[in-house]
């Protein structure tokens, strides 16, 4: 039989876990990384999006990468982590 999962817990502890990544990751490169990696986990979930990008998230992806190239990775942390922080609060709001 399958375990019940709390989601409102599972976002707590991850949204947690997060904050304590970002306190300990100082450099701009280690934030980058982690806001991608919870961008792909975000994009690659079916259960947290609900169909296409939107043209919203593709442009803004497509300007991270842009701000990446031109050696702006403070810039581009910043601009990853707050559309982490949207897209996970979007996916909170509609579950």
């Known amino acids: ?4 999962i709390d989601l409102a817990e599972r976002r707590e502890a991850r949204r947690k876990a997060a904050e304590a990544i970002r306190i300990a990751a100082n450099d701009s490169l280690s934030r980058l990384d982690h806001a991608v990696a919870e961008l792909e986990e975000f994009i690659r979930d079916p259960h947290t999006r609900r169909g296409r990008i939107g043209t919203v998230v593709e442009t803004e992806l497509g300007t991270i990468r842009r701000t990446v190239s031109e050696g702006s990775i403070d810039e581009a942390a910043e601009r990853a982590e707050r559309l982490a ?7 909170a709001r509609s579950s």
């Open 1 to 4: 039989m399958g375990n019940v």
């Open 85 to 91: 922080a949207r897209l996970a609060h979007a996916s």
